[in-house]
């Protein structure tokens, strides 16, 4: 368990290699993506491109764990303190994405809005 690690979208595909090269036998994976908080101001979880970007943050993160962690057999992601309008998980262009290009090993999805279930 790792408590009391703040990460970003963007970093957060180098946690995770970095997992996998120091932890390549865990089977299973539960984190949580907490709304951001900055200081005095919110800052919203989408940017620009908001749906098309987290989704791609989200997609690579996922990716990257089930590719070079072989061992691995569920993948939970909840996401914790988002307000309604600010969800960074757009479950259908996750289901499309994964349909589109799907993971290089079978699996079943469970995606809301709220959180990303993947049993392999």
């Keep these: 368990m790792m408590d009391d690690r703040t990460l970003t ?3 957060a595909q180098e946690f ?3 997992l996998s090269n120091q ?3 865990l089977k299973k994976i539960k984190f949580n993506i907490y709304y951001s908080y900055d200081g005095w101001t919110w800052r919203p979880s989408r940017i620009v491109d908001g749906e098309n970007e987290s989704t791609k943050h989200i997609l690579n993160i996922i990716c990257c764990l089930v590719d070079h962690m072989k061992q691995l057999v569920s993948l939970y992601i909840d996401f914790i303190d988002f307000p309604r309008s600010e969800k960074p998980c757009f479950h259908h262009l996750i289901r ?3 349909h589109q290009y799907p993971l290089n090993r079978p699996y079943r999805l469970r995606c ?3 959180s990303i279930q993947i049993w392999l």
């Design 9 to 11: 979208f963007k970093n």
């Design 16 to 18: 995770s290699r970095l």
């Design 23 to 25: 932890l390549p036998n």
């Design 96 to 98: 499309q994405q994964l």
């Design 112 to 114: 809301s809005a709220d």
